[in-house]
């Protein structure tokens, strides 16, 4: 059960290909989040590298449970007594030349929880200045939905491309999640369109809170990413918000919200199908 308040964080970063910079960003921000009483802070997809090649993000890729990456993450857990939701990073697959991108959940004791590698890979051709995506070259593809139990109410993760699968999240909430994440690296085309729209559809049909912590701004690599990372309550109000500028996000969660939302109007107890 959720506790009965609890306080998030949303990291929102320019990645580079530079890992070094990009972990003490993370580090920084984590410690101005903790700071500010965060007890869970969500870090967005690609937060240790944004590659400026395939060969680039594979030279980072770690096996679970080993690696510098991880035990830095393990580590900033432990020093912050902070819960951290590492939005996603290459790890190994049995497939050669293939990584998951996978989110990584640290307790406050820096112990790993979970793990979640992303289900739904970004193979699109949009008018942007990139134009093509394909994921799919270079990841393979998760498919087991995870739901986290925490100290704070049952916890649903997600990473950026999932937001367009309604279906991903009502699984998560069958599993019994109160509030769900979904580190993101959102490109600014289809952010302008759908990003708000998205993360606030999910949080409301769903009837739980939604942490999204996106990458926002131009990066090294030439691709643009839209920013405005937000925390979402249960009624789809944005709670708290970004712009394109690197920062945190904060807001307070509040059990009685929530049972006040999945009271009120029980649509979850209406479903047909």
């Not at 449970?65 to 939701?85: D, H, M, P």
């Not at 009837?207 to 920013?227: D, E, K, L, P, V």
Request: hydrophobic share 40%; proline share 3%.
């Amino acid at each position: 059960m959720m506790k009965k308040e609890l306080t998030v964080a949303a990291v929102q970063m320019t990645s580079s290909d530079q890992l070094a910079d990009n972990l003490t960003a993370v580090e920084y921000w984590v410690n101005q989040a903790v700071s500010e009483g965060a007890k869970l802070v969500v870090l967005p997809e690609n937060f240790a590298l944004m590659a400026k090649h395939s060969g680039q993000l594979l030279s980072i890729a770690e096996t679970l449970g080993e690696g510098a990456i991880q035990s830095f993450l393990s580590e900033l857990s432990k020093k912050t007594a902070c819960w951290i939701v590492a939005g996603s990073l290459p790890i190994s697959s049995p497939v050669q030349d293939k990584v998951y991108a996978t989110c990584l959940v640290y307790n406050a004791k820096g112990e790993r929880q979970a793990y979640y590698h992303k289900m739904h890979l970004f193979d699109v051709d949009i008018a942007d200045g990139k134009k093509r995506y394909r994921e799919s070259e270079t990841f393979l593809a998760g498919d087991c939905p995870v739901v986290v139990n925490t100290p704070f109410g049952k916890m649903g993760l997600s990473i950026c491309y999932d937001l367009r699968f309604p279906e991903l999240y009502r699984e998560l909430l069958r599993q019994g999640a109160e509030f769900m994440v979904a580190p993101s690296a959102f490109t600014e085309l289809t952010g302008q369109a759908h990003w708000s729209l998205l993360c606030r559809a999910r949080a409301v049909e769903n009837s739980c809170y939604m942490i999204a912590a996106n990458q926002g701004g131009q990066h090294n690599n030439g691709r643009s990413t839209f920013g405005h990372s937000m925390i979402v309550g249960p009624w789809g109000d944005v709670l708290s918000s970004l712009d394109i500028d690197n920062g945190i996000a904060l807001a307070t969660f509040k059990k009685s919200e929530l049972n006040k939302v999945r009271t009120s109007l029980p649509a979850i107890q209406h479903r047909r199908l």
